[in-house]
Nanobody, 123 residues
């Protein structure tokens, strides 16, 4: 079974940057995808970004394109989310997720989740 542990959240001023990390352990896999989701208070969880484990191809929520970058380190079984030009609207709990299948839609189908890390952007 795969376990995911996120780190790197915190409080930052608008316009600032943070980098989130998600370390996978246990029965890790070399296929499928990993992703970041977020959930703000009173809102549904939404997809943010994903990366295919083998090819490295990526997919982003329109609202974060050009500001966020997802990357992976296969040797460390770790995925990162570099977040630049942060806005108060980015405030949320950010969750790392993983799946083994290679279906086309990278925004859904994840069955392993981390515990979440809080990101707060002040204005």
């Amino acid at each position: 079974q795969v376990q995911l542990v996120e780190s790197g959240g915190g409080l930052v001023q608008a316009g600032g940057s943070l980098r989130l990390s998600c370390a996978a352990s246990g029965r890790t896999f070399s296929s499928g995808a990993m992703a970041w989701f977020r959930q703000a208070p009173g809102q549904e969880r939404e997809f943010v970004a994903a990366i295919r484990w083998r090819s490295g191809s990526t997919y982003y929520l329109d609202a974060v394109k050009g500001r966020f970058t997802i990357a992976r380190d296969n040797a460390k079984n770790t995925v990162y989310l570099q977040m630049n030009s942060l806005k108060p609207a980015d405030t949320a709990v950010y969750y790392c997720a993983a799946r083994r299948d290679n279906s086309p839609d990278l925004s859904r189908g994840y069955d392993v989740w981390g515990q979440g890390t809080q990101v707060t952007v002040s204005s």
